[in-house]
């Protein structure tokens, strides 16, 4: 809780715009300097080893950031170069773009989010899965287009 709470400050003080500094993949990789600098902290009152290591996991996080916003930058221009031609709507664009918000689509929820008709939807997503952006779920009803290469990349390794 404690690693949400950090970010939210960060976000709060205006020294993030958003709040998109994921702390915790840093700790849990490093978990055991993790546990043993806080409990140095709590036992001996060891914080500068504690800060220095705080501020490296800022570092390298940010940087993490940094290098995910970029190749998502490059996948979203990737993305518009699939898609365009003489007759690509306006829609297929909006649609791309409400991707790298939520990865995942219904038919239903891509016509409402974009105030178009199902069928115009349809016609859309269909297209975005011809062109591999999305990839259709097997079976089922209300189905959930992804955009797997999206998400992938906000997952990272």
Same mark, same amino acid.
């Given at each position: 809780?404690? !690693?949400?709470?950090? +970010?939210? /400050?960060?976000? +709060?003080?205006?020294?993030?715009?958003?709040?998109?500094?994921? /702390?915790?993949?840093?700790? =849990?990789?490093?978990?055991?300097?993790?546990?043993?600098?806080?409990? *140095?902290?709590?036992?001996?009152?060891?914080?500068?080893?504690?800060?220095?290591?705080?501020? !490296?996991?800022?570092?390298?996080? @940010? *940087?993490?950031?940094?290098?995910? @916003? *970029?190749?998502?930058?490059?996948?979203?221009?990737?993305?518009?170069? !699939? $898609?365009?031609?003489?007759? $690509? %709507?306006?829609?297929?664009? @909006?649609?791309?773009?409400?991707?790298?918000? /939520?990865?995942?689509? %219904?038919?239903? $929820?891509?016509?409402?989010?974009?105030?178009? $008709?199902?069928?115009?939807?349809?016609?859309?997503? =269909?297209?975005?899965? @011809?062109?591999?952006?999305?990839?259709?779920?097997?079976?089922? !009803? *209300?189905?959930?287009?992804?955009?797997?290469?999206?998400?992938?990349?906000?997952?990272?390794?």
């Amino acid at each position: 809780m404690g !690693r949400l709470l950090i +970010t939210f /400050l960060f976000h +709060t003080e205006e020294l993030l715009d958003h709040p998109l500094l994921y /702390l915790s993949g840093f700790f =849990e990789r490093y978990r055991d300097d993790y546990y043993r600098l806080l409990l *140095n902290v709590s036992q001996r009152g060891e914080w500068e080893e504690w800060i220095d290591y705080f501020l !490296r996991a800022v570092t390298e996080q @940010a *940087n993490d950031a940094v290098q995910r @916003a *970029n190749k998502l930058l490059v996948l979203r221009q990737e993305y518009r170069k !699939r $898609t365009t031609s003489a007759r $690509t %709507s306006a829609l297929l664009g @909006a649609m791309i773009d409400r991707l790298f918000a /939520l990865p995942g689509i %219904s038919i239903a $929820t891509a016509a409402r989010e974009l105030d178009v $008709t199902y069928a115009s939807a349809k016609k859309n997503v =269909e297209k975005l899965v @011809a062109a591999g952006i999305l990839v259709e779920p097997r079976a089922g !009803r *209300n189905k959930i287009y992804m955009a797997r290469e999206i998400i992938d990349l906000l997952e990272g390794p």
